[in-house]
């Protein structure tokens, strides 16, 4: 994705946003308006345009409702795609999703986190951040799964291009609320990583069960990046026993050769089953 087309869609997307809000705003003093004013007129004809409103209304409401359900089925198919790797024909849906007008706030959110989630799987980190930042601008109140998880993906894009005290602040607002275990789990190989790379190794190996015990729950690449970065952390730490276990476990699951090409910090440990550990 051109980063030119990116600017258009996104721009298109805070456009839509505040349409459908307008749009929303609008048909709530429109019906209150019209009920006041029927009210005011004389019985049969007051019954009679507030019949034919009711009847206009429903129609309008019918049809914007059609539309969100489109943006819901083209969100479904791109995600559907995306999880499938073919990600050229899920850009696709979940273009038009962000950029085809709905009223369902909802529906243009999640188009746009699936489109984030998109350039992730292509490594476009830059992109990523420009899209969750377009995200978290909107009001995401009562979308607390959304706001969650595009602020995990926001901290994850920015570790990638070693901006980390910037990931720190997008990260950090997320302790700060009730998380449920699936999200917890996201965040932690993020917050392992970013732990590494800030230098607190102390808190990375900081209630190590329990981290283990979360890793066993992701995917095999997952679980072997996390306890990777938890050996990577313990070897700093000088803790010889546990760096050994957690090496051979990652390597249980995943081949660590593959996994530092794209996540640089575990390679002191990746070359080796049982390191010779040292202080850095």
Not at 195 to 222: C, F, N, P
Not at 226 to 249: K, Y
Request: proline share 2%; glycine share 6%; net charge positive.
């Amino acid at each position: 994705m051109k980063p030119e087309n990116l600017e258009n869609i996104l721009r298109n997307f805070k456009r839509q946003m505040i349409l459908a809000g307008v749009l929303r705003l609008a048909i709530i003093l429109a019906i209150s308006g019209i009920i006041i004013w029927t009210t005011c007129l004389p019985e049969p004809e007051g019954k009679r345009l507030l019949l034919l409103t009711a009847v206009g209304l429903l129609l309008t409401w019918i049809l914007l409702m059609l539309g969100s359900a489109r943006t819901a089925r083209e969100v479904q198919a791109g995600s559907v795609l995306l999880g499938m790797g073919q990600l050229d024909d899920a850009e696709v849906w979940l273009r038009k999703a962000v950029e085809g007008f709905s009223i369902s706030v909802r529906g243009k959110l999640l188009a746009g986190q699936q489109l984030a989630a998109l350039c992730m799987k292509r490594q476009a980190y830059e992109e990523v951040a420009t899209i969750c930042r377009a995200l978290l601008a909107q009001r995401l109140n009562r979308l607390q799964s959304v706001w969650i998880n595009t602020r995990i993906m926001l901290a994850d894009s920015l570790l990638y291009l070693d901006r980390v005290t910037e990931a720190y602040e997008a990260m950090r607002p997320v302790y700060d609320v009730s998380l449920s275990l699936a999200d917890r789990i996201k965040l932690l190989p993020v917050q392992l990583r970013y732990e590494l790379s800030a230098g607190h190794t102390e808190s990375a190996v900081s209630s190590l069960r329990e981290k283990i015990k979360m890793a066993e729950l992701l995917d095999s690449a997952g679980a072997a990046l996390v306890h990777a970065l938890l050996a990577e952390a313990c070897r700093q730490r000088a803790m010889t026993a546990q760096c050994g276990f957690l090496i051979e476990r990652a390597r249980l699951y995943h081949d660590l050769d593959k996994l530092v090409e794209r996540y640089g910090i575990i390679a002191p440990i990746a070359g080796q089953s049982h390191p010779d550990v040292h202080r850095d």
